[in-house]
T-cell receptor
Framework: DAGITQSPRHKVTETGTPVTLRCHQT?????MYWYRQDPGHGLRLIHY???????DKGEVSDGYSVSRSKTEDFLLTLESATSSQTSVYFC???????????????FGEGSWLTVV | QKEVEQDPGPLSVPEGAIVSLNCTYS??????FMWYRQYSRKGPELLMY????GNKEDGRFTAQVDKSSKYISLFIRDSQPSDSATYLC??????????FGRGTSLIVHP
């Protein structure tokens, strides 16, 4: 299993509160990603990082921000949570420098977030 | 039209059947093709990846890519109830951002 740890794994929060999800990797992979997965939509990319302090937006970035101050940690913040952000969030990692890796990415176990 | 199309199913088969899961895509720049398996309330797990066209086999699983038809397949031989899961295809080209299909739900009943 890829060394990816997400925390918290489950969280219930109230509308309007800030929430931060953490992803920690032990693989020293260059790329890190945050996805959300919802019925009928599949996996959708929120933000990704291609190095320390280097991040970019995905297809559903509105309402989310990210930070990467260390190679191993990638934080996803919901500045003011809304009910539409109730979802399961997956962190993923990849590194094209790894021999024969292709463009494969590896996922964490997910963080279930409920906004009430 | 999405870049990657995948029938959501569910696909229900008896134990021991050969399963065929498929995706079509529209972006001719895709070169890397991946299959993931996702059990309920778990993260997607990489099953196989292939580069460009051709076949790749790993145990009971065979991945097939036909770039001329923009069509990829995953075959599962001698399917088992433990294969019941959602299978996602993914593909990418020059960037390191894969595009995922929405997944096909597979049910293998004893």
């Amino acid at each position: 299993d890829a060394g990816i740890t997400q925390s918290p794994r489950h969280k219930v929060t109230e509308t309007g509160t800030p929430v931060t999800l953490r992803c920690h990797q032990t693989e020293n992979h260059r790329y890190m990603y945050w996805y959300r997965q919802d019925p009928g939509h599949g996996l959708r990319l929120i933000h990704y990082s291609y190095g320390v302090k280097d991040t970019d937006k995905g297809e559903v970035s509105d309402g989310y921000s990210v930070s990467r101050s260390k190679t191993e940690d990638f934080l996803l913040t919901l500045e003011s949570a809304t009910s539409s952000q109730t979802s399961v969030y997956f962190c993923a990692i990849s590194d094209p420098r790894v021999e024969n890796s292709g463009n494969t990415i590896y996922f964490g176990e997910g963080s279930w977030l409920t906004v009430v | 039209q999405k870049e990657v199309e995948q029938d959501p199913g569910p696909l229900s088969v008896p134990e021991g059947a050969i399963v065929s899961l498929n995706c079509t895509y529209s972006n001719s720049a895709f070169q890397y093709f991946m299959w993931y398996r996702q059990y309920s309330r778990k993260g997607p797990e990489l099953l196989m990846y292939t580069y460009s066209s051709g076949n790749k086999e790993d145990g009971r699983f065979t991945a097939q890519v036909d770039k001329s038809s923009k069509y990829i397949s995953l075959f599962i031989r001698d399917s088992q109830p433990s294969d019941s899961a959602t299978y996602l295809c993914a593909m990418s080209g020059g960037s390191y951002i894969p595009t995922f299909g929405r997944g096909t739900s597979l049910i293998v009943h004893p």
